[in-house]
């Protein structure tokens, strides 16, 4: 079953406290070499602002760094905060990155900030921005499409390369819009559990065929943990535990190393929180991994997954995704 679903990665440039921005993106750029080798469909960077210990800030940036550093892996935005940037501009950054790299660019879309509020408002002071956020992706499809003749404001480049646009969400108002406009749907399941079941249905019960999309396609993101055994993916996965947990209590998400127990670092309430936030967890070794993804295609019929990765030793990182690729053996 899983032979003929894409795994594709979702990454956040996670940086250890004591490494430097240099250090973290070099090593990012070594995981996506590493994907691209062993077959993985997409590598998309997330866009996050003003939290120490995530490298993604320059989305755009980095999307060309990891294009030019590879050969055949798609790259793209997981995603591009609409409401922190013009239209136009990110219709000319991905078309000049669709024109240096052509078929290999994808520009996944969400309207949340991906920072706090006095962040959000450092980025753009006019709060309204989400609220636009259908008519922002219907401009930006008009930018990216053949020039209809009329449009006062074109984007050179950009203007048909018809990059293909995904909707990114964690709740049932993305999922609704990407069914009305007939576009790809990837469910944030890496950090938002709650909404999965009603958004996927939600999806497939509202879904209109369009110009670039003839039935619904779901990708879902889930946060992986993979090692050769259950007990050690058990043990590594307590650096997850510890970066959600910071981010809950507002603190610095610096990459920790595992532990060999989060007992006495978490209150009971925390520790169903934490739990909460990764309940989608792909953790395991083979036998596992394998069984829980074929249980999730079984019950959502999901088209793709993408996966967080988000492990502290970097040769403990490049296993777990080379584990990922011998489940299709």
Known sequence: MLSNIPFSLLELAPMPKGATVSETLHKSTKY????????????????????????CAATSILVGHIASKTDRIRVGSGGIMLPNHSPLVVAEQFGTLESLYPGRIDLGLGRAPGSDPITSRALNSDMS??????????????????????????????????????LLGSSLFSAQLAAQKGLPYVFAGHFAPRFLYDAIELYKREFKPSKVLDKPYIMLALPLIAADTDEEAQYLSTTSQQRVLALMRGSELWLQPPVDSMDGLWSEQERAQVENFLSLSVIGGHVSIRHKLEMIVKELGVDEFIFTNDLYDSEKRHRAIEILMELKR
């Open 32 to 55: 996506a070499q590493r994907a691209d080798e062993l077959g993985f469909n997409r590598f998309w960077l997330a866009e996050h602002h003003n939290m120490l210990g995530i490298i």
């Open 129 to 166: 921005r989400a609220e636009r956020f259908p008519q922002e992706v219907t401009e930006l499809q008009t930018l990216l499409g053949p020039y209809n003749g009329t449009h006062p404001i074109r984007a050179i480049p950009g203007e048909d390369t018809n990059i293909p646009i995904w």
